[in-house]
């Protein structure tokens, strides 16, 4: 695809329920990030994936945040029991992820969650 | 863990102006990369620097990278409209594949 999409666009879920984000990096891109970004601040990192495996997960806040990539494509964050303070946009960014830490990200649109 | 702070964080300017932000992170950064976020928007690479005392032009925005790889300046000359935005800057500290994002710095452009 031309970019990075991310699907739904918009997710209003009740506080204790599941809930997947995915996204589809830009084809080619072995390297997914996820970020978290709330009102006013700079998106937070969450986990990274290297392939299939995720090479960094340091940045989930707890064990309800989960995420996957099984074909080294796509990717789906998992979040169970959610909370009102999950309620942020969730950027997905991809890059080429063979040329070492000096590589641009392409940022997707976001999913906007809000938990209620 | 690694900062990166940035400042100031809203800038008000009448159109024409000249815009300048201001990033310092607490570690030394492998490079640094700009960003831009329109509001609603998601964030667009802009540039990256890498190379201690590093300067990047594009058209009317220039680029800093300091001696010390720890901090990072843009100046917008002459700003428009088109230039309204949040700017955020983000490196990763060194060895490090993960970048970490400043808070940003909103400009808004009065016509």
């Known amino acids: 695809g031309a970019g990075v999409s991310q699907t739904p666009s918009n997710k209003v879920t009740e506080k204790g329920k599941y809930v997947e984000l995915r996204c589809d990096p830009i084809?080619?891109?072995?390297?997914l990030y996820w970020y978290r970004q709330s009102l006013g601040q700079g998106p937070e990192f969450l986990i990274y994936?290297?392939?299939?495996?995720?090479?960094?997960d340091s940045g989930l806040p707890n064990d309800r945040f989960f995420a996957v990539r099984p074909e080294g494509s796509v990717s789906t964050l998992k979040i169970q029991r959610t909370e009102r303070g999950d309620s942020a946009v969730y950027l997905c960014?991809?890059?080429?992820?063979?040329?070492?830490?000096?590589?641009?990200?392409?940022f997707g649109p976001g999913t906007r969650l809000l938990v209620l | 863990g690694q900062q990166v702070m940035q400042i100031p964080q809203y800038q008000h300017v009448q159109e024409g102006e000249d815009f300048t932000t201001y990033c310092n992170s607490s570690?030394?950064?492998?490079?640094i990369q700009w960003y831009k976020q329109r509001p609603g928007g998601h964030p667009v690479f802009l540039i990256q620097l890498v190379k201690s005392g590093e300067v990047k032009k594009q058209k009317r925005l220039t680029f800093q990278f300091g001696e010390a790889k720890k901090n990072s300046s843009l100046h917008i000359t002459a700003t428009q409209t088109t230039d309204v935005g949040t700017y955020f800057c983000?490196?990763?500290?060194?060895?490090?594949?993960?970048?970490?994002f400043g808070r940003g710095t909103s400009l808004i452009v009065h016509p």
């Open positions: 084809s080619g891109h072995t390297a």
């Open positions: 960014a991809s890059s080429l992820g063979n040329t070492g830490p000096v590589e641009t990200q392409y």
């Open positions: 994936f290297q392939g299939t495996g995720a090479a960094d």
């Open positions: 570690t030394t950064l492998s490079n």
């Open positions: 983000a490196g990763p500290p060194g060895g490090s594949y993960i970048p970490t």
